[in-house]
């Protein structure tokens, strides 16, 4: 019995959100998704830590420019919360990347999009998690 994929996405303009949580709930993942990084880290706990040993999701895909902690800041902020997803696990997006920006959020592992989304590189970037999960298990 295969265990089910986990995804959260967190986005603020409600459309991007539930465009990516249609989007994964096809590729077959159970999605939680969250207007602001502060409602997920909400989520976890109460002081918001992950008390996890493993990752709890198997994606975390975010937008950059957000109101209160943005994408950028979260990344910076996950390892401390004690995050044990891996770089190649996360994504963030932005219709808007600085260069600065871009170039921050490559340095902490985290794979780049633009938006409006590539839907094509989305799959690609999906495709390859899932073939070396199955490399992985054997």
């Known amino acids: 019995m295969q265990v089910a994929r986990k995804a959260v996405v967190v986005d603020d303009m409600d459309f991007c959100r539930a465009f990516l949580t249609d989007y994964l709930t ?3 993942y159970q999605v939680m998704s969250f207007p ?21 999701v198997d994606l975390l895909l975010l937008d950059n420019k957000m ?3 943005s994408g950028l800041d979260f990344l910076k902020k996950r390892s401390d919360l004690g995050c044990k997803l ?3 696990q ?4 932005s219709g808007s990347w600085t260069k ?3 170039q921050q959020a490559e340095n ?12 094509s590189a989305m799959d690609s970037w999906l495709e390859g998690l899932e073939m070396k999960n199955r490399v992985c298990a054997k």
Do not use: N, W
Not at 36 to 56: N, W, Y
Not at 90 to 93: N, S, T
Not at 109 to 119: A, I
């Open 26 to 28: 096809e590729q077959s």
């Open 36 to 56: 602001s990084a502060t409602d997920f880290i909400a989520h976890c706990t109460v002081d918001g830590r992950c008390l996890c040993s493993e990752p709890c």
């Open 67 to 69: 109101p209160g902690l």
């Open 86 to 88: 891996k770089s190649e």
């Open 90 to 93: 996360l994504a963030m997006f």
């Open 100 to 102: 600065k920006e871009k």
């Open 108 to 119: 902490l592992g985290c794979l780049t999009f633009p938006k409006p989304y590539d839907v």
